[in-house]
């Protein structure tokens, strides 16, 4: 049966196809045919092309489950075992190195959106502009989107390219004609924090209305609408309080100045904290209990740090996140520098207070003895600040256009452009001139447009074999910043001393220093650890009213991941700090969330874990658990395929077709552990399930957004709770049953809670370097570790295993190997 795979082994291992073959028919036939193979897996009617790679991929599945003895059942010592894995890996390393002679280990590739958009904010000197929104989606291969199996190319994608490209130009054109200017834009001003000091018959709630101060005095006359909105004797110290943070329907902006052009801004607010006397108020209709509500002609100085948020807020209701500060009890000025685009203005969000919803009863911070509010006194903006040199230099005169496209195609190509693409972009211009011949901006805009979706310009371009300097000056830039080289590195490509190992080093640790490398850091994890998707979802508004809507907590929980892994690259920390870590980044909205105390203020540090602290780790950030969760409920098979495929490098094969998914029961009737219990008595599923989910359970003590729980949370079963939550409604989830985060690997090993799994896998640091050393290949290189990569892959492990696998010098083994340096 098996005899046809002989051709196939012949060349590479004679001496053991035919026990290669014989092993195949002896343990594996019996299961692996028919119309109902097991795992899918029909070996029979696997297509006899070894120069496939999807049938590759099938014998490296069938070598690795061999090699460990998973399959066939109980076959750690069994005849010919060698001799079949010796005849399968000669024969995958050999078809891999034929293919790669010609083709090389990767394939031509595009630039990604986030690599498209970095190229050009270097390029223009622009790094304001926003791009990556405007191209479509790109493919993943391996999670990552570096591969050029999915980069393709269409007329669709190429037109979209176009668009962008065409509008950057404008825009950065528009920010260097633009002087730059400053004024300032007094809250008493904005015709949004008017209105909503105003009652009307959609809004009578004190809790969604403005309240005019003098200092930390009301103003009753203001608020009566008897005195004027602004007194020019008392101006600089009139300000308008908010007692919520800001949502659509109650949203509030600084929206006398909208940005004419994009650029680098300088912002500075005039803002304190303020407190607000309350009164019990009992509502009339329906069933809505009873809450403090604020009074606004009752405000004295605060008693609370407030952080306060700044977005960029576009004419169609977008946000844009672009910092933020502290607001004190004392007034004072806060100070940040944003890039801004076209057409927006400043959204300032009280971000920590409460927002209020349809049916709300009040805010969770009142009580009889008032309750916080910020108050904003002006907003002063200056800029756009001009480049230090203009990136798009417009010719007045005939003889100036081809040495202005010359520099230009110069500094946006990678390598020497040939003599041809520089008269093809000219002739672009001039063709442009002869029908329109003072129209000297776009005939530029025109040629400089072509040279940006040209192949020079969108692709990484490499030969089979070592990468000459200017390839790997860009696969060097492209890895450590997701952007074209600078203009040191194009240096040293072009005169050959980065080709010198000593050279290509101090290079890499420039890079890693550089502060580009935080694209690198974001790029990474946007799609390694999926951060990219932690807007997705939204924790339910029954089940969750805590969270819904914390827009702050979900951006620091971002900020603290993205943060946490610069902090062990840039302090070169073991790979196992990856998973367990004494240490985390936080700042106090976080850590209030974690129980952790000592934390003040929204800027994010570097805080050391108390003894005994669940945190720690990515296992345990609340960006993570929130990414592997759907906002109502959590899974241990979701989370646990979620630490097998990106934290261990062994991710599970699918589930057959047809496999219904285990959905949490929220009446909290029935546990997920019981309901997976009842799964895994099925024996096809238990196969995948007893290595799947023991992870997944330990992580069973974290909710949807990374909190802590010792129950689970239900809509119909267990304990009633009190309290109000984020959005103003009270709490109508109840307490159900106990979570059991116990569980036992399928190795044997048990645990009780997350401490010891975090424990347990960390003890294997070399699977989570290796694991890690693989993910940034792909990111790397743009293609996967193959299987006659992993000789490579090991001696990297090798000379790092000497350092305890520090992560910085796995990145430095990484550009040093042959697997980096070479197609």
């Given at each position: 049966?098996?005899?046809?795979i ?8 004679a ?18 045919q ?29 070598h690795d ?28 390393r ?36 926003e ?26 994608q ?46 009578r ?10 200092g930390?005095?009301?103003?009753p ?7 004027p909105f ?7 110290v ?8 800001t ?29 607000i ?17 604020p ?13 306060v ?8 209701g ?6 933020s ?18 057409g ?7 971000s ?6 349809p049916g709300?009863i ?7 003895e ?16 001009p ?30 452009p ?9 002739a ?7 029908t329109?011949?003072?129209e ?5 805009l ?9 192949p ?6 490499e ?9 790997l000056a ?14 040191e590195?194009r ?5 050959g001393?980065?080709?010198?190992p ?13 502060p ?5 850091f ?29 827009d702050?907590l ?6 603290e ?14 790979a ?6 004494d ?13 952790i105390?000592g ?6 540090r ?25 906002g ?20 599970p094969p ?8 285990v ?7 029935t546990?997920?552990?019981q ?7 099925i024996r ?7 290595k ?26 267990g ?19 106990v ?6 690997l ?18 294997n ?12 290949l ?10 006659a ?5 090991d001696r990297?492990?090798?000379t ?21 340096r070479?197609?």
């Amino acid at each position: 049966m098996f005899g046809r795979i002989l051709p196939f082994l012949a060349v590479a291992a004679a001496a053991y196809a035919g026990e290669a073959a014989a092993f195949l028919e002896r343990t594996c036939a019996g299961c692996h045919q028919g119309s109902k193979p097991a795992a899918g897996l029909d070996l029979k009617a696997l297509p006899e092309r070894w120069d496939d790679a999807a049938v590759r991929a099938v014998w490296v599945r069938v070598h690795d489950a061999v090699a460990r003895g998973a399959m066939p059942p109980g076959g750690a010592a069994l005849t010919g075992k060698q001799e079949f894995l010796s005849a399968i890996g000669q024969q995958l390393r050999t078809t891999e190195l034929a293919h790669r002679q010609t083709h090389g280990r990767a394939m031509l590739r595009r630039l990604n959106r986030y690599e498209f958009e970095n190229s050009l904010r270097d390029l223009l000197q622009a790094p304001w502009l926003e791009l990556r929104d405007s191209l479509p989606e790109d493919g993943l291969v391996q999670r990552l989107n570096k591969s050029g199996q999915a980069l393709d190319i269409s007329h669709v994608q190429i037109a979209r390219y176009m668009e962008t490209a065409d509008a950057a130009l404008r825009q950065v054109l528009a920010s260097n004609a633009q002087p730059p200017a400053k004024q300032r834009y007094y809250a008493r001003d904005q015709k949004r924090l008017q209105a909503r000091m105003r009652y009307t018959s959609f809004n009578r709630h004190p809790e969604r209305a403005t309240i005019p101060v003098i200092g930390y005095t009301a103003q009753p006359e203001v608020l009566a609408e008897k005195a004027p909105f602004s007194d020019p004797k008392t101006r600089d110290v009139e300000a308008f309080v908010t007692p919520a943070s800001t949502y659509t329907g109650n949203e509030y902006h600084f929206d006398q100045f909208t940005a004419a052009v994009g650029g680098r801004y300088q912002i500075r607010f005039s803002a304190y904290t303020v407190w607000i006397g309350t009164e019990w108020y009992e509502y009339k209709q329906g069933d809505r209990p009873s809450w403090w509500r604020p009074l606004r002609e009752r405000t004295s100085k605060g008693r609370t740090t407030e952080p306060v948020t700044l977005y960029a807020f576009s004419r169609g209701g977008e946000k844009r996140l672009l910092g933020s500060f502290d607001v004190t009890p004392e007034p004072a000025e806060q100070t940040l520098t944003v890039h801004l685009l076209p057409g927006e203005s400043i959204l300032p969000d009280a971000s920590r207070l409460f927002r209020s919803r349809p049916g709300f009863i009040g805010s969770p911070d009142a009580s009889a003895e008032g309750m916080p509010g910020v108050a904003y006194r002006w907003m002063e903006v200056e800029g756009p600040f001009p480049n230090a040199a203009p990136a798009l230099p417009m010719p007045t005169r005939a003889e100036e256009v081809a040495p202005l496209l010359n520099s230009f195609l110069d500094r946006a190509y990678r390598r020497p452009p040939t003599a041809a693409e520089r008269q093809r972009y000219l002739a672009i211009a001039q063709r442009r001139l002869q029908t329109h011949p003072k129209e000297w901006t776009e005939a530029m805009l025109a040629a400089y447009t072509a040279i940006l979706c040209s192949p020079g310009f969108l692709f990484l371009e490499e030969q089979p074999g070592r990468l000459p300097g200017t390839a790997l000056a860009s696969r060097l830039s492209y890895f450590l910043s997701n952007g074209p080289p600078d203009a040191e590195l194009r240096a040293l490509a072009d005169n050959g001393r980065l080709l010198n190992p000593s050279v290509l080093r101090a290079q890499t640790e420039r890079l890693l220093r550089d502060p580009k490398s935080t694209r690198f850091f974001d790029a990474f994890l946007d799609y390694w650890l999926d951060l990219r998707k932690v807007g997705d979802t939204t924790p339910d508004v029954v089940l969750y009213p805590d969270y819904y809507l914390d827009d702050l907590l979900v951006e620091s929980s971002v900020n603290e991941t993205r943060l946490f892994f610069a902090e062990i690259v840039r302090k070169n920390l073991p790979a196992r700090t990856l998973l367990d870590a004494d240490f985390t980044i936080l700042n106090s909205h976080l850590a209030k969330h974690y129980g952790i105390v000592g934390v003040d203020g929204v800027a994010m540090r570097r805080v050391a874990l108390p003894p005994g602290s669940v945190r720690g780790g990515l296992l345990t950030q609340a960006s993570v658990l929130k990414v592997t969760a759907n906002g109502t409920t959590t899974s241990p098979v979701l989370r646990g395929v979620w630490i097998q495929e990106r934290l261990l490098g062994d991710p599970p094969p699918p589930p057959p077709p047809g496999t219904p998914a285990v959905e949490p029961d929220t009446r909290g009737a029935t546990t997920i552990r019981q309901q997976l219990e009842q799964h895994r008595s099925i024996r096809s599923c238990a196969v995948c399930h007893n290595k799947i989910d023991p992870p997944g359970f330990a992580l069973e003590n974290f909710d949807v957004l990374g909190g802590w729980r010792e129950r689970y949370r239900s809509t119909a079963e267990g304990d009633a709770v009190k309290g109000v939550g984020k959005n103003g409604h009270a709490f109508a989830f109840r307490q159900g049953p106990v979570v059991d985060a116990s569980a036992v690997l399928a190795s044997g090993e048990r645990f009780a809670d997350v401490k010891e799994l975090k424990r347990l896998l960390a003890a294997n640091d070399r699977q989570i370097a290796r694991n890690l050393v693989q993910q940034l290949l792909v990111y790397a290189t743009g293609s996967p570790a193959g299987f006659a990569d992993r000789a490579a892959v090991d001696r990297i492990l090798q000379t790092a295993s000497a350092s305890q696998f520090r992560v910085r010098s796995l990145i430095h083994e990484i550009v040093q190997s042959e697997l980096f340096r070479s197609k």
